[in-house]
């Protein structure tokens, strides 16, 4: 709002010192780290006082863990703190006219409702069989039935697809080699290094191979040339199981103190730098990157993601006074898993959110193998003393807040690991 305020300034001839900050998203960017980052401190001590007034804690199963039973009671629900201090920002230092934005504001109210309500459903159950004077007991059908919240991370899933692939203002200007013709109205002529470059738009559904030369891939060449035209079905489907499988990671990995915050800014941050270089067409050019018009817009999101997970790990961290819940943690898996479709870095989740990969397959892992062995021999055996991975850990007798610590240190590696892509082809 204050982007399209300032340019109103301009339109209208007001000058003031400081008119033309706005232009520069360089500066929008820290300003919403900051305010996201002020929100979330603020705002988010208050929010944990009134959820310990209307007892809207956390129950802890029996996991035979150590220092679980100390977590009863911790408010839970504080992923709405994390979804002001995205939504806030985004909205006032954000062009709000940009489909990736929008498209994004829409992914974190649509996830954060769907988490919300989740988490509201099994606070209710827990109230009510405190006024029935009942003891409590934690059930998975307490909070949305499971099919519901895949049907969510489905609709978002198609809702993403559908705009970038059928939207007009969804372009990536690819480099044409030789003389466009003039059939081919949209086209960029640059200098680039003394060299004259022509830029074709395109739309189709291609995504970035990692650590090759010809790092392009495009999906249609997986289906035969009768079906090429329905390419957007098979791109649509990919984007789906994308976004479910980010989000349910995301989801299983909070389960310590801190680990799913900490986690998601690591990726914000990974994916801030994707975005304002493709976003940034003299940067997508020097690294031979796909150019995406208004893509940098979506450095501030991300920007305003990174301060809110800051500023709510203040309170998250070891000891945590507060959870995030499915409020938070299905919110920042959507998001992630989206903007890494929108910057085309899709293949190189399974490094860059190589957490919640691993923690997702040491459960379906677990679970798979307790069956079949089960089937096979009459009882289940498992794989790992306890699931997800970090249980596991915890079962081997490693303290919480070095289980936590050693995950972040492995997240930078991947992050780093996903930034030399850039180059490294």
């Known amino acids: 709002m204050l982007y399209h305020l300032f340019e109103w300034f301009k339109q209208n001839g ?34 944990i006082n009134m959820l310990r007034r209307k ?27 994390i979804i002001l ?67 969510g991370q489905v609709v978002l899933g198609i809702t993403v697809g559908s705009v970038l692939y059928f939207n007009s203002n969804v372009k990536i200007w690819r480099e044409y080699i030789g003389t466009p ?20 738009a395109t739309k189709a559904p291609i995504t970035t191979i990692p650590f090759v030369k010809n790092h392009e891939l495009d999906y249609a060449i997986f289906l035969p040339k009768a079906l090429k035209e329905y390419a957007w079905v098979l791109y649509i489907l990919i984007v ?25 800014a690591l990726i914000g941050v990974l994916l801030g730098i994707f975005a304002y270089a493709s976003g940034n067409f003299n940067f997508a050019d020097y690294l031979n990157i796909m150019y995406i018009p208004n893509l940098g817009e979506l450095s501030i999101f991300l920007a305003a993601m990174i301060g809110a997970c800051v500023g ?37 989740i399974p490094i860059f959110c190589g957490v919640f990969f691993v923690e997702l397959l040491s459960v379906t892992l677990q679970v798979t193998y307790f069956k079949y062995t089960r089937r096979k021999y009459g009882e289940g055996r498992r794989i790992f003393l306890m699931s997800p991975l970090h249980h596991h850990y915890q079962k081997l007798g490693y303290h919480e807040a070095k289980i936590v610590t050693r995950f972040w240190i492995v997240q930078i590696l991947l992050v780093v690991v996903c930034i030399v892509t850039l180059k490294l082809r």
């Open 14 to 47: 007001i000058n003031f010192p400081g008119r033309n900050l706005m232009e520069f998203i360089t500066f929008r960017v820290m300003m919403a780290v900051l305010l996201a980052l002020t929100i979330t401190l603020i705002f988010g001590k208050r929010l």
């Open 55 to 81: 007892l809207v804690g956390e129950s802890v199963r029996d996991l035979g863990l150590a220092g679980e039973q100390a977590k009863k009671g911790t408010p839970t629900m504080g992923g709405v703190i």
């Open 85 to 151: 201090g995205i939504l806030v920002p985004t909205l006032l230092f954000a062009r709000l006219n940009t489909v990736y934005i929008l498209l994004m504001l829409f992914a974190t109210i649509w996830l954060g409702a769907i988490g919300f309500l989740d988490d509201y459903l099994k606070l209710r159950a827990k109230r009510i069989a405190r006024e029935k004077g009942e003891a409590y007991k934690k059930q998975d059908k307490d909070g949305l039935a499971g099919w519901f919240k895949i049907f």
């Open 181 to 200: 013709d003039a059939a081919q109205t949209e086209v960029i002529t640059k200098t680039v290094n003394n060299r004259t470059k022509h830029f074709v």
């Open 240 to 264: 789906v199981f994308i976004i479910t499988a980010v989000s349910n990671g995301a989801n299983i990995t909070d389960g310590l103190d801190g680990l799913a915050t900490g986690t998601s």
């Open 312 to 348: 709510f790990l203040w309170y998250n961290s070891y000891p945590a006074q507060v959870f995030m819940g499915d409020t938070g943690s299905l919110t920042l898996g959507g998001i992630i898993a989206s903007i890494a479709v929108i910057v085309h870095k899709e293949l190189l």
